[in-house]
């Protein structure tokens, strides 16, 4: 059974840091984080897979770092610079398929649907 537990959430001013992690059990062959804010649809923050294949969402790249401890089984989200635009709930997901080459070689983003397993959330507050 796939459990995913976020944790690292909280409330800082606009330029400020926060880590969030997700560890988790079961494969972890792809993993994402995403995020919610009130009103909007879900969407793909950054996601990397077990071929070490990584994309970000382009209103976070060269802000947001994503990686994953593989002995620990646990996912990370770096965010730095942070905006008032960022406050979303953010939610850790996982995959089986290695698929971030994929979306890509496509040039899609990853789909909430196409994650089966996901975590509860953490909220996210940036105030300017």
């Known amino acids: 059974q796939v459990q995913l537990q976020e944790s690292g959430g909280g409330s800082v001013q606009s330029g400020g840091s926060l880590k969030l992690s997700c560890a988790a059990s079961?494969?972890?062959?792809?993993m994402a984080w995403f995020r919610q804010a009130p009103g909007k649809e879900r969407e793909v923050v950054a996601a990397?897979?077990?071929?070490?294949?990584?994309q970000y969402a382009a209103s976070v790249k060269g802000r947001f770092t994503i990686s994953q401890d593989n002995a620990k089984n646990t996912l990370y989200l770096q965010m730095n610079s942070l905006k008032p635009e960022d406050t979303a709930m953010y939610y850790c997901?996982?995959?089986?398929?290695?698929?971030?080459?994929?979306?890509?070689?496509?040039?899609?983003?990853?789909?909430?649907?196409?994650?089966?397993?996901w975590g509860q959330g953490t909220q996210v507050t940036v105030s300017s």
């Open positions: 990397i897979d077990s071929d070490g294949n990584i």
């Open positions: 997901a996982i995959d089986t398929t290695p698929r971030v080459r994929w979306y890509q070689l496509q040039r899609v983003s990853p789909k909430p649907e196409d994650f089966p397993w």
């Open positions: 079961g494969d972890t062959r792809c």
